[in-house]
Nanobody, 121 residues
Framework: QVQLVESGGGLVQAGGSLRLSCAAS????????MGWFRQAPGKQRELVAG???????NYADSVNGRFTISRDNAKNTVYLQMNSLKFEDTAVYYC???????????????WGQGTQVTVSS
């Protein structure tokens, strides 16, 4: 089994910063995509940022220039540095990863349990 465990959420004032972490553990042969999604109340889950195993990153327009995604392949961990936070960044943030548990098997999508980020205006 594979588990994704997020940490680093919390309450912060507008303009502040937070750093989210997500560590994958379990039976892991390789991980391709790792990313962060978020879901605000009454809204659909959306991609915030993603990063390939080679380090290529992409961002939602709404966070580009404020958020930075990175990963440590040796630790199977992905990070999201969030700066200049805005009220509209308030949401539950979910970690996502494409994990291969054996060489002969395809990558399977796994999700973390989510961590709340609340930005006060």
């Amino acid at each position: 089994q594979v588990q994704l465990v997020e940490s680093g959420g919390g309450l912060v004032q507008a303009g502040g910063s937070l750093r989210l972490s997500c560590a994958a553990s379990g039976s892991i042969f390789s991980i391709n995509f790792m990313g962060w999604f978020r879901q605000a109340p009454g809204k659909q889950r959306e991609l915030v940022a993603g990063i390939s195993s080679g380090g290529s990153a992409n961002y939602a327009d709404s966070v580009n220039g404020r958020f930075t995604i990175s990963r440590d392949n040796a630790k199977n961990t992905v990070y999201l540095q969030m700066n200049s936070l805005k009220f509209e960044d308030t949401a539950v943030y979910y970690c996502n990863a494409g994990v291969q548990t054996m060489r002969s098997l395809p990558h399977v999508n796994y999700w973390g349990q989510g961590t709340q980020v609340t930005v006060s205006s």
